[in-house]
Structures are given as C-alpha cells and as structure tokens.
C-alpha cells in the first residue's frame, strides 16, 4: 500500500494481476460526503481471449491509510466486483485488486471505472419497442431519488440486445441492456400474481416484462392454447447483467406441473436465461408458466422480459470465426454453420453487408436437406490498400405452411464465434459482437492458383483440381489445402455438395519446404443427388499453433453435380 500509484478521481484504472499473490494498489482522495462507484471489468472479458484456459476472479477491498477495510466487493456482474461506497470523511484511500485465490497470470488485465455518475444495473419494464416513448423504472446505484427515465430508440434499431445510456440532468449513466422487439408488449401488473389462480392472463404473442421483487417470490401467467398447439418460451434476464436465475415451470389448471426448466441453449453455450422450444399443449385449456429465480432470491435487479411465442420452423446462422484476414489479389472464406429447428429443412441463401473498398463477395448457400455448411469468399483486388470493417452476416429462405397459407419468410442475422484453445488440444468457441474482415500487406502467399474452378461431376466420377502456390520470398514452412475447414480430424465446415468428397488417397494436400505445386482430386459418390453451382474454396493453410491456422484461399470454386444418366 505504500507504493500504491496515485490517481485522481474519476479516472480509468488500468492494470493487470500478473503472478500469483500479486496485489494492486491504487491511492487517490475523495471528499466528505462523497459518493463513487468503481465497476470492475475482468472475468466478464476473458472468455474471448484465445487460449487463456484459466480465468481471473478479481476482488476489491477499500481501505484507509492504515491499512483498515472500508469495504470490499467481490462476484456482482458475474464474477466481477462491483463498489458502491460513501467517505464520510476527507481524505486519502486505498482500492485494493487481488485475485480471490491469489492467482495470477499476465494475460489478466482489468478495467476499473471509477467515478461518481450515475450506475444502471437494470429497468422496469426490460423490453421495448423501437420508435416509441417508453417510461422506465431503474435499478443501481448513485440514481435520483425517483429513478426514471423516458427513453425512444430510433425505428430502425436493431431488434434483440441493445445498450443505452441514461441521461439525469447533465449527467449520463453506464449503458444500460434493453431487449428490443416489434412483438407485443405488456407489463407485469401490480398486486399477487404467485398462483395460477391470480395470474394475468396473456396473448400468445407476447413479451412480459416483470420483476422477481422479493425472496421466494412467483410471478404467473396464463394463456389459452389448444391441443397440439407448439409454444415457445424465452427469458432474457442473466444475458443482460440481470440478477435473476431463471426456473420455468409449465402448469394446467389445476396447478400441477406439465414442464420443468432451467438454463438455456443459446447457440453453442449454455446460459442461466430459460429456453424451453416447442412444448405442446396436451389439450384445449388454459395454462399457466410461472417464473421465479432458481435460488429463491430476488429484490432489486431482478427484472426480466419473458418472450412467448407460438413454435414455428426456423433456422439459426453460426459463423465460425470472428475474423477474415486478406492480401491484395487473394481471397478468404467465412464459413457460415445452420441449426434448424422444428421441421425446416429448406437452402439458405448467405448475404453479406459492410464490404471495404476493394473487397468483393461471392455469396454461396446452404443446401437443403441434410447440408448445414456454406461459404462466402472474399476477394481483394490486387490494389486494394490496408483497412479493415465490420460485417453483417445473413441468410434468406422460405418454409411451406401447408395448403392456403402464404409461404413462411425466414431471415436469420449470423452470430460469429471466436475460436479458442480448450485443455487437452481441442477447439471450443465463444460468442463476439462481430466478424471483421482486415487487407494486410502482402504475406506468405501472393497467390493460390487453379486449374479450373467449374467442377462438373456425375455420379461416381473424380476430377483433380491442379494446385499451384505462388510462395513470398524464402517462404519454405509446411502448406497443407483442403476445401474443408478442420482442426485434427473434426470438420467444423464442408460446404461441397452432398455426396461429394475428398479423395484423400488420390490427392497431394502436405507441400513441404519450397514445393509449390499439389492437387485435390474430388469424388462424386453414385448416389450423389443432383446440385448445380456449389460455392467452395481451395485453402492453403499455414500452421500458427495447435489450433490456428493463418490461411490464404483461391478464387471461387463452383461444384456441380450432374443429374445420373
């Protein structure tokens, strides 16, 4: 504590718990009276970090110039610490960082804002309605007397998660998490809703917004169904720095239990929110899905919006991974991943937006039936300059809805995922924000030539695709191509057409050394269903660890199969 570094509030408090029993001091004044937060940021940023296979678990704890505790903060914003402290006196104190179990590792940077302006930790109601005036009642800390708010998202905000910040008077608030919806809105109504028999009774579709408002509480609602009818149920709570755990349970009308269910699948994690998909209703009724924290807590921060929706075929877009790195007059794919659910089957059509100057994109589809892998490839102009941009990922398609009905419109906006090294060599994943694509200086590879890129097969039939590699300057490490995205022997992406593969023993995919030259020879199974214009790419990998790879692609390559004569 004697060498702590100074600073002078509010100030952004940047440092790193770097060895085991490392301890971080940091010194500053504050005024009698005064009240400051400090929101640490650590954990919560980590699982994004690629091969860092333990995690931080921070603390903090104020002190007084003798070394005496004030406070101390420890798991609030998951395992973050979050503290909330009025000096009753002036003068100088201590903010003291650890990890909890007095671990360390250099790659644990934290984030400490520390400041006196207004926290938001969560709001009542929690979903709204783009371009509409929405009251709202908050919950955190160093807030007004009354905390509300009058907010308006613009019309054309995007519908899901969104961050906004909270304006009191001249100050303005951390962002605060907002579920964003063009479905029908409703707010959990004051009064006993703890039993079926109390319970406000909904429209299907509906968002509830609600609060779990003390220990033990239940918050009911019941709506009408018919038999056969499929209801989907979703919480947003946990996701969006709520408080609350959520435990469903499904009732009919005589209070007993239909369903159970706890945390949710969300893509390739599971979370703390609730999802329960496609329960169906027994018979004609009414029934009733109660809500509470799977703890029993409950209090301030406790609010969530409760989605419910009747169960309909859709699909899930995953991108694997969050980024895309090009050379002028080279090429890279994006493989694009499908989840279907209940009973769609149909192709997806990929699309892209947010495209640099100099990049174009050739926009590949998923194919129906069995196929879950497509690919968009990318291509930089032999000119293009270094920048880099974010970007949109999204498919298209319909669904059949039986006899009289319009055709079902479906669009999905892609989540790109992270690659990461999980212990024992494997290859695990993490949601991000976004999937950048970058233009680099020329690199290892100036160029992935083929000898054609129209792949035309009949059932049965092989064709080999010449590979010839133009090698930067005394590059001589190991190349190895492939048209399908691995890691060992798992295959994380194959957008050929079914039926189609590798022929591993016909091909020469290892160049070694200086060599330059290699084939893959591709095999139409006889049973191959017809396709026509599969997009592909050929990849040339460099090894950059166990799991990364640093890849340079060639230009598009269209795979048809032939109808069987």
């Known amino acids: 504590p004697d060498k702590a570094q100074a600073v002078t509030l509010p100030a952004t408090l940047c440092g790193a718990i770097e060895k085991v029993e490392d301890f971080d001091y940091w010194k500053f004044t504050a005024a009698a009276g005064q009240s400051v937060i400090f929101h640490v ?65 250099v790659y644990w940077e934290y984030c400490i804002e520390a400041n ?129 755990d959520s435990f469903l349970r499904i009732l009919n009308d005589k209070g007993a239990a239909l369903r159970e269910d706890d945390d949710g699948r969300f893509g390739r994690l599971t979370h703390a929110d609730t999802w329960l998909e496609g329960w169906e209703a027994p018979a004609d009724g009414t029934f009733t899905v109660e809500i509470r924290d799977v703890h029993l807590r409950g209090g301030l921060g406790f609010e969530y919006a409760l989605q419910i929706t009747r169960t309909t075929p859709y699909f899930e877009l995953q991108v694997d991974t969050d980024k895309t790195l090009l ?102 994943h993490y949601p991000v924000e976004s999937h950048v694509v970058s233009i680099g200086a020329p690199a290892d590879i100036l160029a992935v030539k083929l000898s054609e890129t129209d792949i035309h097969l009949k059932p049965g039939e092989s064709k080999k695709i010449m590979v010839t590699l133009d090698r930067n300057k005394d590059v001589n490490q190991n190349v190895t191509l492939d048209m399908l995205y691995k890691h060992l022997d798992s295959v994380y992406a194959n957008s050929l057409p079914e039926g189609v593969t590798i022929d591993g023993n016909q091909s020469k995919t290892l160049l070694t050394g200086n060599t330059s030259e290699g084939f893959i020879t591709l095999k139409a199974d006889k049973t191959a269903p017809p396709c026509e214009k599969q997009l592909g790419v050929v990849m040339a990998n460099f090894s950059l660890n166990f799991v990364m790879k640093s890849t340079y692609s060639s230009p598009p390559v269209f795979v048809t199969v032939e109808k069987a004569e």
């Open 41 to 105: 940021r650590c954990q919560r940023l980590q699982d994004k970090i690629h091969d860092l296979q333990a995690h931080a678990d921070p603390i903090l704890y104020l002190r007084d110039t003798k070394g005496g505790v004030l406070a101390m903060a420890d798991n609030e914003l998951f395992a973050d610490p979050l503290l909330v402290h009025r000096f009753e006196q002036a003068g100088e104190y201590i903010l003291e960082v650890r990890d909890v179990r007095y671990q360390g590792n």
């Open 116 to 244: 006196s302006r207004p926290f938001v930790a969560g709001s009542f109601p929690k979903a709204v309605a783009p371009g509409v005036d929405t009251p709202l009642e908050l919950s955190g800390a160093l807030l007004p007397a009354e905390p509300k708010a009058l907010i308006k998202l613009p019309a054309e905000t995007r519908l899901g998660s969104t961050f906004v910040p909270v304006t009191f008077g001249d100050q303005t608030s951390n962002p605060l998490p907002l579920y964003v919806t063009n479905l029908p809105l409703t707010n959990e109504a004051a009064g006993d809703n703890n039993s079926p028999m109390t319970a406000a009774t909904v429209e299907v579709p509906q968002v509830i917004s609600g609060r779990i408002e003390t220990e033990a509480d239940l918050d009911c609602y019941s709506f009408v169904a018919k038999k056969g009818e499929k209801f989907t149920f979703e919480v947003i709570a946990r996701r969006q720095m709520s408080k609350l």
């Open 327 to 428: 050379t002028p007059g080279l090429s890279g794919a994006i493989f694009v991943r499908v989840v279907r659910k209940h009973g769609f089957t149909g192709e997806i059509q990929l699309h892209i937006d947010g495209l640099p100057p100099g990049v174009t994109a050739t926009c590949g589809r998923i194919l129906a039936g069995k196929s879950v892998d497509g690919c968009i490839v990318l291509s930089a102009a032999p000119d293009a300059g270094q920048l880099a941009s974010d970007l949109r990922i999204h498919g298209t398609s319909t669904h059949p809805q039986g006899e009289g009905m319009p055709v079902l419109e479906l669009a999905d906006v892609a989540q790109p995922y992270q690659e990461y090294y999980s212990p024992g060599g494997g290859r695990g």
